[in-house]
């Protein structure tokens, strides 16, 4: 018998060219268990539990509590997803900033910034007419600093509702605009198109932020929401001047780039106005360090555990499509009530993840994944069995799934799905067996393919080959 690796595998495009295929709505888990060095199991499934005034733009989990914007409306989600609406933020369609300091939630919605106050459960809006427009904010040592897109702006200290004009600031190594502000150990993060300036708090009458020299980085980011906290350092879709789009982490004036050719090559379909829509987010759990990547219909996830484990960048794609790909139906990744709250692009609901499942909100989502090539030396060989081994038995009662497997000899075309049973709840020891699979003249490329019904683990692919002497 023999192994073919299904972490990952190939297909060709339009052109001559060989593209990595990232396995769809499974999750690559680095986990030596005596059948192979890691596995594939399903993505979490969403849950609805709510329902609130609006599509979710923004959350955050403040003093215990997540904090939404929904549609125009600032809300609480309770523990059962019970929502409270606690006041009016305005709607740009745009998403929100949502950061806190020791006793206000700011909120940077519809371009001004708002201010929720839970001791006296008043909501305020900064009108100073020298704040300007709002296109991203952040709270740092006692100051609120916003971003029209040209100027660095802070409250003044101790009080959020005004604004000096004397204390603006820039970022002005590269006349790029500002796009978006964050917070790495008590540094500001002013990213622009194409750079990005590090600022710490030195005091002063006038602007109290300085510039810290060397620390720049020369590439930027394309939209506001592009850019996230991951890892202690700054994640961002973006690139330099005269540069295509990629993913990078950056810190220190040094990037690294996490986006491999085929992710970049997956950029390029879009135009930099639909890029800049793109929100990035990160995801610490079971000893995943996620980095969620929303296109407008998919999401690619990079996971720097496992790339660090397997040696190699491990990326997967998440859908809420059960044919092709469409907008993976969970944003706002909130951890809250020892859980992970999410909001709906898609609808006014909230809902949270869950292992137990993996459909959408009741809803059937497909799963796939394909191996690299079978070659053997341009001799051919007759396939006898294939045979996933893999967590069985967990599909939901009543349920009869089952999954297919397709070839290809070209990488785009693909033969005839064969079907097998994939278990029912309480078989665990069902085993996926597929017989006399056909013959390859030169290569092969082998296909998976099942929806979430089929809620089962993939731990090792097994293909008994007769060669042959052509």
């Known amino acids: 018998?023999?192994?073919?690796?299904?972490?990952?595998?190939?297909?060709?495009?339009?052109?001559?060219?060989?593209?990595?295929?990232?396995?769809?709505?499974?999750?690559?888990?680095?986990?030596?268990?005596?059948?192979?060095?890691?596995?594939?199991?399903?993505?979490?499934?969403?849950?609805?539990?709510?329902?609130?005034?609006?599509?979710?733009?923004?959350?955050?989990?403040?003093?215990?509590?997540?904090?939404?914007?929904?549609?125009?409306?600032?809300?609480?989600?309770?523990?059962?997803?019970?929502?409270?609406?606690?006041?009016?933020?305005?709607?740009?369609?745009?998403?929100?900033?949502?950061?806190?300091?020791?006793?206000?939630?700011?909120?940077?919605?519809?371009?001004?910034?708002?201010?929720?106050?839970?001791?006296?459960?008043?909501?305020?809006?900064?009108?100073?007419?020298?704040?300007?427009?709002?296109?991203?904010?952040?709270?740092?040592?006692?100051?609120?600093?916003?971003?029209?897109?040209?100027?660095?702006?802070?409250?003044?200290?101790?009080?959020?509702?005004?604004?000096?004009?004397?204390?603006?600031?820039?970022?002005?190594?590269?006349?790029?605009?500002?796009?978006?502000?964050l917070k790495v150990r008590n540094e500001v993060y002013a990213l622009n198109r194409h750079t990005i300036e590090v600022f710490d708090n030195v005091g002063g009458d006038l602007f109290p932020f300085q510039r810290i020299e060397g620390a720049q980085i020369e590439k930027g980011v394309i939209g506001t929401h592009g850019c996230c906290v991951y890892l202690d350092n700054i994640a961002f879709l973006g690139s330099g001047f005269n540069e295509a789009p990629g993913i990078y982490i950056g810190a220190n004036s040094q990037t690294q780039k996490i986006s491999t050719q085929e992710i970049d090559m997956l950029l390029l379909d879009y135009a930099e106005a639909q890029l800049a829509s793109v929100k990035l987010e990160s995801r610490n759990d079971k000893s995943h360090e996620h980095l969620y990547v929303h296109l407008p219909d998919k999401t690619l996830v990079y996971d720097a555990a496992a790339s660090q484990d397997l040696g190699q960048p491990v990326w997967f794609i998440l859908t809420s499509s059960l044919v092709g790909f469409s907008q993976y139906r969970a944003r706002n990744l909130v951890w809250c009530y020892d859980k992970w709250l999410v909001g709906d692009p898609a609808s006014n609901n909230v809902g949270y993840m869950t292992q137990d499942i993996s459909s959408h909100y009741g809803v059937k989502v497909r799963w796939e994944f394909a191996t690299t090539i079978l070659y053997n030396e341009g001799r051919g060989a007759i396939i006898t069995n294939l045979e996933l081994v893999g967590l069985t038995g967990s599909a939901a009662f009543g349920l009869d799934p089952t999954i297919n497997t397709s070839y290809s000899t070209d990488g785009q075309t693909w033969s005839q799905q064969k079907f097998i049973k994939a278990g029912k709840q309480g078989q665990r020891a069902k085993r996926l067996v597929w017989f006399q699979q056909g013959w390859m003249r030169n290569w092969r490329i082998q296909r998976f393919q099942g929806n979430s019904d089929a809620h089962i683990a993939f731990a090792r692919l097994e293909a008994q080959i007769e060669g042959l002497a052509f």
């Open 1 to 181: 018998m023999t192994q073919i690796p299904i972490l990952s595998g190939i297909y060709t495009d339009g052109g001559p060219d060989f593209r990595t295929s990232y396995v769809v709505n499974l999750i690559p888990v680095p986990k030596a268990n005596g059948i192979s060095e890691g596995f594939l199991r399903p993505a979490d499934g969403l849950i609805t539990n709510g329902t609130g005034p609006g599509t979710d733009r923004g959350g955050i989990n403040w003093r215990g509590v997540c904090y939404r914007v929904m549609g125009s409306k600032l809300v609480t989600v309770g523990p059962t997803g019970t929502i409270t609406i606690l006041g009016d933020v305005g709607n740009d369609g745009e998403l929100v900033t949502l950061d806190y300091d020791f006793d206000l939630l700011g909120i940077a919605s519809n371009n001004n910034l708002f201010f929720w106050n839970p001791a006296t459960s008043t909501l305020s809006q900064n009108t100073d007419p020298d704040l300007g427009p709002v296109l991203d904010m952040v709270w740092v040592d006692g100051y609120w600093m916003t971003t029209d897109g040209e100027f660095l702006v802070v409250t003044d200290l101790g009080n959020p509702l005004a604004v000096n004009p004397l204390k603006y600031g820039s970022s002005e190594a590269d006349p790029d605009p500002v796009v978006a502000l």
